[in-house]
């Protein structure tokens, strides 16, 4: 294994993505000053403190830490992860917004465990797979440990509820172990139950059908339901080629539900426009491009399983984000990674970034 610098044009794309975000985040937050009872202070706070100082630090600490240490720990890493999950539906700690038991308070600040959950997860399988090595082909070593795993944490997220989160896990778990080599017909399997259990699922939660039902007719009810998705393509259609500028959205004052949360990409189409909303997307891109550059360049498997979970971890989610305010996918309240508001998931994002630097020191020289 030989030892060798940061990827720098890895390095270069994060640095333009957290500058970017963070010039967003800053213009949308200014919709808030029109709501009553805003508190703009406290949501720039939890976003520059917890996100970018506590993550930039973190990030800086994790690219030097060696990452084979997360494999000696993965079991003890994942069960915290749960633990603190849990935590959620605690009367102590658990915080409630908009009906959603997602939040633990710690200090006097919001933390959200299922980022923590995400990373815990990814490190586990990781790990789980890096040690069963060919056995993955079987279903007793590669199947059914993944469902048991998306068995616990889909307990937990589907009960806060986060569906949202419990599918980017999902994915990134599947991409996981069709790297490590699982079966084809196993890896078809998995996506019919987990069609089949979505159905269950729409049935059981009526705010899921309700999110499909609006994906596919957003005017059937354009005043309720499909409000935020109408009100997003209002945005969207607003900034046509190179948007208002830095400041000047109208939406993201009363018209935009979240304009610093999962709206934010809406907000950042009507400022900057088709040219600006390319930019970012090229950005995602060749993140992931590098990024699975780093994986494939890994002397060790874990390595490159770890690297490969983290990078699909961040751009599907963002790419779900993205998706659902352009109405091509149904809502889900996911933040966009490196740019919406929500300290906790800046500060896991970069503490990722920060893992996938490590292992850039150590990659072939191919």
């Known amino acids: 294994m030989s030892r060798r610098k940061i990827d720098k044009p890895f390095l270069i794309t994060v640095v333009i ?41 973190g990030m800086i600490i994790a690219s030097k830490v060696n990452y084979m240490h997360y494999r000696k720990y993965a079991f003890y890493i994942f069960t915290l992860s749960l633990i603190l999950s849990v935590l959620v539906f ?47 082909k079987t279903f007793k070593y590669g199947i059914l440990p993944m469902i048991i795993l998306l068995a616990l944490t889909g307990g937990i997220l589907l009960s806060q509820p986060d569906t949202g ?29 987990a069609g089949v259990g979505f159905g269950i699922l729409t049935y059981l ?12 007719d957003p005017s059937a ?28 959205s109208i939406q993201k004052f009363n018209f935009l539900p979240e304009p610093m949360g999962d709206s934010i990409f809406a907000v950042t189409a009507e400022e900057w426009g088709f040219i600006g909303c390319i930019f970012l997307i090229a950005l995602f891109l060749f993140f992931a491009y590098r990024g699975l550059n ?18 699909i971890l961040i751009v599907s989610q963002s790419f779900i ?40 020191k150590y990659k072939s020289r191919n």
């Open 221 to 248: 009810d354009a005043l309720g339901a499909g409000y935020q998705i109408k009100q997003s393509l209002i945005a969207i259609g607003s900034g046509q080629w190179f948007g208002r500028g830095f400041g000047k």
């Open 90 to 136: 605690t009367p102590f700690f658990g915080f409630e917004h908009g009906g959603a038991k997602r939040w633990i308070m710690i200090g006097g600040q919001t933390f959200q465990p299922a980022e923590f959950l995400k990373l815990g997860f990814i490190i586990y399988f990781a790990a789980w797979l890096t040690s069963i090595k060919s056995k993955v």
């Open 205 to 216: 939660r009526p705010y899921v059908l309700q999110r499909v039902l609006t994906f596919m």
């Open 294 to 311: 780093i994986a494939s360049s890994s002397t060790h498997n874990f390595g490159r399983l770890l690297a490969i979970g983290i990078v």
């Open 17 to 57: 993505l957290i500058f970017s975000g963070f010039f967003i985040f800053s213009s949308a937050s200014l919709g808030i000053l029109t709501k009553e009872g805003s508190n703009l202070s406290s949501v720039l706070f939890n976003q520059v403190f917890l996100g970018l100082i506590l993550g930039t630090l």
């Open 165 to 193: 989160t419990f599918l980017v896990i999902f994915i990134t778990a599947m991409g996981m172990l069709f790297t490590a080599g699982a079966k084809w017909r196993h890896l078809f399997g998995l996506v019919a139950t």
């Open 321 to 360: 984000n993205m998706a659902s305010m352009l109405g091509i996918f149904p809502l889900t309240g996911m933040p966009l990674l490196f740019v919406s508001q929500g300290g906790t998931a800046l500060l896991f994002t970069l503490l990722e970034v920060g893992i996938i630097f490590n292992i850039s």
